[in-house]
């Protein structure tokens, strides 16, 4: 199984468990022991306490100490519904391109195939750029 279908089966397992029904979405991380952590958005009642997908497979990551070589982000609108893969917000790219300009996101395509490309791509004219930063 390739990198992109062991995250996408992983991220869809936790959304059948955590969402049986209805609307569900999770992301799954992929470090470079091969590890992979998932975790979904957590509900809130008040939608400024929101918080990406991503974060909580992001923050396992820091706190084992590995670093973050993939990321996967989908939802589905119901039970019954296909899955789509949606890229990382700003914040998020924020967040993983704190592991360097090679780690892997997929994208959002017309086509919803599971196309991962590197940050460096995703963000050309990153400003960490005028410190020096080799993409």
Known sequence: MTI???????ATTLVAARYPTGWGGA???RTSSGRIFTSIAPDTKNDAL???ME???ILEAHKL???????LCLYRENA?????????????????????????AAITNPDNQ????????????????VNGVDW
């Open 4 to 10: 992109a279908e062991q995250l996408y089966t992983a």
């Open 27 to 29: 992301a799954a991380i």
């Open 50 to 52: 929101s918080l990406c």
């Open 55 to 57: 974060v909580g497979a």
């Open 65 to 71: 100490d590995e670093a973050v070589t993939h990321s």
């Open 80 to 104: 019954q519904g296909t899955f789509v893969i949606l890229s990382p917000c700003g914040i998020c790219q924020e967040r993983l391109v704190h592991w360097g300009g090679d780690v892997q």
């Open 114 to 129: 599971l196309i991962f490309k590197p940050m460096h791509e995703l963000m050309p004219h990153h400003w960490s750029l």
